[in-house]
């Protein structure tokens, strides 16, 4: 039997930590075949519902859930971990300005960073999921300078899965016969959703949907601002989905890539596609074997450019912020 992996979660008694337990506990992260073991990490005010949480994860009896544990000492919470799913966070509230909500931030995700240098494994593997995401990923990576750079990712998987399922609608195809989409950048509104790569049934999207206004005006637009879309029909922000696309980001980098696919995660830049190097920005990625690799020598015409641009040019400023504001 396999020894179970140690999976932390953060903001566990949030709307997307609720979402998303239940489907880590039942072995939609890893495999069917991984034993877990879980430790959820709130603030003090959130103990109580994380325990209910955990109440009712225990009810479920599942078999590849093996213990879990409720803290409020980041230490205790990312001790031995082996995957960390950063989605406690601090949310942008009215008149909050961005300096104001990248110090609040900072003074989460730089004391976690420190915590999971400290104390998880060797392999461990981060996903941030609290937004400004990858802001966030960057101060925690800042903070853990014994853990390659590289294990921090921040999440664009929503946004990856919401173009597919926007690309299927526009064009009458199956979800399942489009490959090679690419978000860059941001997780924010200039993230840019690219299908000039991107193949339905083998043949190419852009070519097919033949329709640059539909593409700048529509489906750029509705996939960037599908967060907003949500909380306005929801009363809530996204949280299904968002856990979907948590176990999504964590299952491919775990289980690879099909070949002829990539997928979309946000991370520390080599300086491909000219993005700054160490940004942590959204690139096309495939993955094997527990590790990724960018997607090299793809054609960049001259309206993605400058999308991609913008939404790097918006990470440079938040970096350069966080920067000012000592907490990188
Ligand atoms: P929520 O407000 O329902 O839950 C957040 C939880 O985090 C709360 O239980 C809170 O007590 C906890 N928390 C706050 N500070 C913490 C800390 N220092 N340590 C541990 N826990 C802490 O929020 P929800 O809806 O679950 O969303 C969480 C985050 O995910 C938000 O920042 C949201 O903007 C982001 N998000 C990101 C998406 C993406 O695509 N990257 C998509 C959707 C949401």
């Known amino acids: 039997t396999r020894t179970p992996v140690n999976v932390t979660v953060t903001g566990a008694a ?6 998303l337990l239940f489907r880590i506990a039942s072995g939609h ?38 213990n879990i544990e409720i803290t409020d000492d980041a230490n205790v919470g990312f001790a031995g971990a082996n995957v960390a799913l950063l ?17 609040a931030n900072g003074g989460i995700f730089k004391p976690q960073g420190k915590a999971i240098n400290d104390n998880a494994a060797d392999d461990i593997k981060v996903l941030v999921v609290g937004n400004p995401a990858n802001t ?17 990712t921040a999440m664009t998987r929503l946004d990856h ?28 509104a200039t993230q840019y959703p690219d299908i000039f790569h991107a193949e339905i049934a ?54 690879g890539t099909a070949a002829g696919d990539w997928t979309s995660m946000g991370i520390p830049s080599d300086g491909s596609y000219g ?12 993955t094997k074997d527990g590790k990724y690799e960018i997607v090299q020598g793809l054609d960049i015409n001259e309206f993605s450019r400058a999308r991609i641009d913008a939404s790097v040019q918006e990470l440079t400023e938040e970096r350069d912020a966080v920067r000012e504001l000592g907490l990188i």
């Open 14 to 19: 949030g709307q997307i930590g609720y979402a």
């Open 87 to 103: 989605v406690g966070a601090r949310p942008r509230t009215k008149g909050m300005e961005r300096g104001d909500l990248l110090s």
């Open 29 to 66: 992260l890893l495999g069917p075949d991984v034993p877990v073991n879980l430790r959820l990490l709130e603030i003090p005010q959130g103990l109580k519902a994380a325990e209910g949480t955990a109440m009712e994860l225990d009810d479920c009896a599942f078999p590849l859930l093996r």
């Open 275 to 286: 993005v700054p190097e160490g940004l942590i920005s959204s690139f096309p990625v495939t």
């Open 161 to 188: 899965n919401r173009a597919i399922s926007q690309l299927a609608a526009k064009t009458g195809a199956a979800v399942s016969d489009i490959r090679k989409l690419t978000i860059w950048g941001n997780h924010s």
């Open 136 to 152: 966030n990923a960057l101060i925690a990576q800042a903070a853990a300078p014994d853990v390659p750079a590289e294990r921090f």
């Open 202 to 255: 083998g043949k190419n999207a852009a070519e097919l949907v033949n329709d640059e206004a539909w593409l700048a005006d529509t489906f750029i637009p509705t996939v960037a601002k599908r967060g907003a879309a949500i909380i306005e029909a929801r009363g809530a922000s996204s949280a299904a989905s968002a856990a979907n696309a948590a176990i999504d980001h964590v299952y491919t980098w775990v289980n």
